[in-house]
């Protein structure tokens, strides 16, 4: 992860949203660490992940989730803190003078001829050496955190991905994904449901179905959009929920490009 630019998106339009994921995944150099709809959870993410460079969709009317980050992001004087990418509408005055008074570090004209999600892409491969400059800069001034943290680092990271999406924390089957993620990242194994089963003197079958309870009461719940902003993979079942092997698999690979 150290050689490559980490992104953190804010959008909170799933269509909009996945195809700037598509455009930046095609560049090798380029990590999304995190993708969110809300300010709050977008703060955790650079607290959390410390992102290099923060992408947000400004709402046409200058307010909004993506105003709310770069005002708590000021407010905060979060260090490391990420290069702010705006994506606003050129012709709305309003909306970019509130992106450029609370700090946005450049803003990218959505109205322009030719403007696509491709544009964003680009953007970054352009000012890739100015933002990852920043980084080395940070990197002389903060002290590393204690390798002892990494594990606990993942563990919040994992359930932070499960909150996403709406996954309750009162339920078993949480922790049960919880462990399975954890699992598969350090190894993929098969069997995963019996190994979590003997650490906890419980039956396969048992772990199985509350883990697969925990994920269908989260698509029946949770409002669409945050599923589609927060979970991007290609679901094949027919009932249009993952199954415990998607969505385990899903997030290993997912957190494993992050570690």
Same mark, same amino acid.
């Given at each position: ?34 993708? !969110?709809?809300? =300010?709050? &959870?977008?703060?955790?993410?650079? @607290? ?7 992408? %947000? +969709? ?56 030719g403007f696509s999600a491709k544009s ?8 890739? !050496?100015?933002? =990852?400059? &920043?980084?080395?800069?940070?990197? @002389? ?7 002892? %943290? +990494? ?24 922790r049960y994904l919880t462990e399975a ?40 719940? !949770? ?37």
């Open positions: 992860m150290d050689d490559k630019l980490t992104i953190m998106l804010i959008e909170d339009d799933p269509e909009a949203c996945g195809k700037i994921i598509n455009e930046i995944a095609q560049n090798e150099s380029f990590a999304i660490v995190g993708v !969110t709809n809300n =300010s709050e &959870r977008a703060m955790q993410c650079i @607290k959390d992940m410390q992102p290099d460079c923060a992408v %947000l +969709d400004m709402d046409c009317a200058g307010s909004g989730e993506s105003l709310e980050f770069l005002k708590k992001l000021k407010k905060a004087g979060a260090a490391p803190h990420p290069y702010t990418l705006a994506i606003c509408d050129g012709e709305n005055k309003p909306c970019c003078d509130a992106a450029r008074e609370n700090g946005a570090d450049f803003i990218l004209d959505k109205n322009r001829n964003v892409a680009d953007f970054l491969c352009i000012t890739m !050496t100015v933002i =990852s400059s &920043r980084r080395e800069r940070t990197v @002389k001034t903060t002290a590393s955190p204690p390798e002892k %943290l +990494d594990e606990k680092r993942l563990l919040r990271r994992i359930t932070g991905e499960l909150d996403k999406v709406g996954i309750s924390s009162k339920c078993v089957g949480y993620i954890a699992i598969i990242m350090k190894q993929p194994v098969q069997h995963v449901c019996r190994i979590i089963g003997k650490n906890y003197g419980k039956t396969e079958n048992s772990v199985e179905r509350a883990m697969q309870n925990a994920i269908n009461r989260a698509w029946a719940s !949770t409002d669409k959009r945050e599923l589609a902003a927060n979970y991007t993979a290609r679901i094949k079942s027919a009932k249009g929920v993952p199954t415990i092997t998607e969505f385990v698999f899903h997030y290993a690979q997912k957190l494993n490009n992050e570690f």
